[in-house]
Structure formats: structure tokens, C-alpha cells
């Protein structure tokens, strides 16, 4: 059976701030202002993750490159350690959760010494165990990671990682994905949140929907399925520089996409009387009396 919980909306910021550290403190303001709960940040150790050859190489998409190489324009897009705890810093001062993905050993290391409530883990790197044990071994918040690009055979291992040292209950969400940028309709496959409350529910903390479709009607069908964490990719301007821009909600769809989900959660109730107080002016007046 479904648990309904008021679903948390995390705002992606990613690097849509375009490596600029005013734009990333400006996409915070409007993601409060949005009503999001969660902002997220990504940090990288580039030269740790990418092998030379992938450093060194261009950007597969030169219109929306950053620098000479894929390296550099990385490079350009990461934030440090010390503005990363700045971004941490105003997230509390506006009553916003501040988190970011780690995509490898050395960031997941840096990241857990400010000690965020939750990090997450990307689709791509939830195959990276070294990364996956710094994470359940030494941080103790919670471990959000997504599934997408992933087998059910991946997932399994994922899973019981975590359970060897009974954390998957505790402090494991997990996260139905389809990875692409935007992904159509017709791939998004919003009934795999369904398989995995069916085939995880009792063994992790949470399951949650993290999209990368256009607009913001079927978020609200993920809810209404049982997912508790809603994440979108969130910039200014979905017209800026850059890979994720495309996939990412403006402002004024971020404030809708709070503003329904609430309203969503809010009606997945049953009634609680046969007839409720509202309908029972309606019934005196109109009900079909012989």
C-alpha cells in the first residue's frame, strides 16, 4: 500500500548558474521564493573523474562549452569547497536545505565536512562503490541517488550495499529517472516509481521522481503514485548557455510545480463521513427526494 507523505521539491540548480557564483546566490533567492524546499548544487573533482583522454578531448556540444576542452569547461563550471559552504551558509539564513551531488571519491569527502542533512548521487556515479562507501561508511545524513540508466540487477546491489550496514532504511532514497536532456513523454515511465514502492518500500527510507520532461503536469501524477521527493532542474533562463538549461523549470514554473504538488498531497485523502460537512448543504438543497 501506498505511504502518502507531503512531498519535498528539490530545485536543481546544478551548474545552471553558468559558473558564476552571484547568478548560483540569485537561483537560491527564487528557489525560496518558488517555494522549493531543497536547492542542489553538483561538484566535481574533474581530474579524478574524467580520464585524460575525456579531459582533454572537446566538448561534444561546442555551442554550449565553457572552455577549449571538456576539462576545462568542467573547470569553469565547479565551485570550491569554500563557496560551496557560502552557498550552504545563505541556504540557512533563507530556511532553505541546501545539498549537492558528489560524482566521486574526493567530493563526497569534502562535501560531508560541512555536514548537509542529504547528498546526492547521479545516475551515472551510483555504480561507483568506492564513492558509495565514503557515503554509507562516513557521512550521516541521508543518501538520495537516482536510478536512471540503471538494470534492476544494478539497483539490487545499490540496495544491499546499504543494508549490509543497515542504512538503507534509515537513510536511503532512492529515485525513478530517465536520463536524458529534455526526455519525451513517452520515456519519462512514471509507473517504475510504482515498481520500485512495490519491490522497495520497506527496505529504504523514501522513493521520489527526479524529471527531466518538459513542463510540469505529470509531477503531479508522480505524487499521486506515491513518490515523496520531487526534483527538477531549475534556472533563470532556460534560453542560458549550457546542457541543462533545455530540461530546467524558470522561476514561474517552479512556483506552479510547488503550488500543485501541495494541492495534489493535500486531496489524496478518503473521505472521513459518508457525506462531508461541505456536501451536506448541496444534499439538503438539491438531492432527489420523492
Given at each position: 500500500?501506498?505511504?502518502?507523505?507531503?512531498?519535498?521539491?528539490?530545485?536543481?540548480?546544478?551548474?545552471?548558474?553558468?559558473?558564476?557564483?552571484?547568478?548560483?546566490?540569485?537561483?537560491?533567492?527564487?528557489?525560496?521564493?518558488?517555494?522549493?524546499?531543497?536547492?542542489?548544487?553538483?561538484?566535481?573533482?574533474?581530474?579524478?573523474?574524467?580520464?585524460?583522454?575525456?579531459?582533454?578531448?572537446?566538448?561534444?556540444?561546442?555551442?554550449?562549452?565553457?572552455?577549449?576542452?571538456?576539462?576545462?569547461?568542467?573547470?569553469?563550471?565547479?565551485?570550491?569547497?569554500?563557496?560551496?559552504?557560502?552557498?550552504?551558509?545563505?541556504?540557512?539564513?533563507?530556511?532553505?536545505?541546501?545539498?549537492?551531488?558528489?560524482?566521486?571519491?574526493?567530493?563526497?569527502?569534502?562535501?560531508?565536512?560541512?555536514?548537509?542533512?542529504?547528498?546526492?548521487?547521479?545516475?551515472?556515479?551510483?555504480?561507483?562503490f568506492e564513492m558509495l562507501e565514503v557515503l554509507r561508511d562516513e557521512f550521516k545524513g541521508e543518501v538520495h541517488l537516482s536510478f536512471g540508466m540503471t538494470t534492476q540487477e544494478e539497483e539490487r546491489?545499490?540496495?544491499?550495499?546499504?543494508?549490509?550496514?543497515?542504512?538503507?532504511?534509515?537513510?536511503?532514497?532512492?529515485?525513478?529517472?530517465?536520463?536524458?536532456?529534455?526526455?519525451?513523454?513517452?520515456?519519462?515511465?512514471?509507473?517504475?516509481?510504482?515498481?520500485?514502492?512495490?519491490?522497495?518500500?520497506?527496505?529504504?527510507?523514501?522513493?521520489?521522481?527526479?524529471?527531466?520532461?518538459?513542463?510540469?503536469?505529470?509531477?503531479?501524477?508522480?505524487v499521486a503514485i506515491g513518490a515523496t521527493w520531487v526534483e527538477r532542474h531549475f534556472t533563470k533562463d532556460r534560453t542560458w548557455k549550457g546542457t541543462d538549461h533545455a530540461a530546467s523549470l524558470e522561476?514561474?514554473?517552479?512556483?506552479?510545480?510547488?503550488?500543485?504538488?501541495?494541492?495534489?498531497?493535500?486531496?489524496?485523502?478518503?473521505?472521513?463521513?459518508?457525506?462531508?460537512?461541505?456536501?451536506?448543504?448541496?444534499?439538503?438543497?438539491?438531492?432527489?427526494?420523492?
Amino acid at each position: 500500500m501506498v505511504k502518502y507523505i507531503k512531498p519535498k521539491i528539490i530545485a536543481e540548480i546544478g551548474c545552471n548558474h553558468k559558473g558564476e557564483f552571484d547568478i548560483a546566490i540569485e537561483l537560491l533567492k527564487l528557489a525560496k521564493e518558488c517555494g522549493a524546499d531543497v536547492a542542489k548544487f553538483q561538484k566535481r573533482n574533474n581530474k579524478e573523474l574524467l580520464t585524460e583522454e575525456q579531459y582533454n578531448s572537446p566538448h561534444p556540444n561546442q555551442s554550449n562549452s565553457y572552455g577549449d576542452t571538456y576539462g576545462a569547461h568542467r573547470e569553469f563550471l565547479e565551485f570550491s569547497l569554500d563557496q560551496h559552504k557560502k552557498l550552504k551558509e545563505y541556504c540557512d539564513s533563507i530556511d532553505l536545505e541546501y545539498s549537492t551531488s558528489v560524482w566521486d571519491v574526493t567530493s563526497a569527502k569534502e562535501m560531508i565536512t560541512f555536514k548537509p542533512n542529504l547528498l546526492k548521487v547521479p545516475s551515472a556515479c551510483n555504480n561507483h562503490f568506492e564513492m558509495l562507501e565514503v557515503l554509507r561508511d562516513e557521512f550521516k545524513g541521508e543518501v538520495h541517488l537516482s536510478f536512471g540508466m540503471t538494470t534492476q540487477e544494478e539497483e539490487r546491489k545499490v540496495i544491499e550495499f546499504f543494508e549490509e550496514k543497515n542504512d538503507a532504511k534509515d537513510r536511503l532514497v532512492i529515485y525513478s529517472c530517465t536520463s536524458g536532456y529534455p526526455v519525451p513523454f513517452k520515456n519519462v515511465c512514471l509507473l517504475e516509481i510504482t515498481r520500485l514502492i512495490n519491490k522497495y518500500q520497506d527496505r529504504v527510507k523514501a522513493i521520489g521522481f527526479s524529471g527531466h520532461h518538459l513542463g510540469i503536469a505529470i509531477d503531479n501524477a508522480a505524487v499521486a503514485i506515491g513518490a515523496t521527493w520531487v526534483e527538477r532542474h531549475f534556472t533563470k533562463d532556460r534560453t542560458w548557455k549550457g546542457t541543462d538549461h533545455a530540461a530546467s523549470l524558470e522561476p514561474v514554473g517552479l512556483r506552479k510545480l510547488c503550488r500543485d504538488l501541495n494541492a495534489t498531497y493535500t486531496s489524496l485523502t478518503y473521505k472521513d463521513s459518508e457525506i462531508l460537512e461541505i456536501e451536506q448543504v448541496q444534499r439538503d438543497k438539491l438531492k432527489y427526494r420523492k
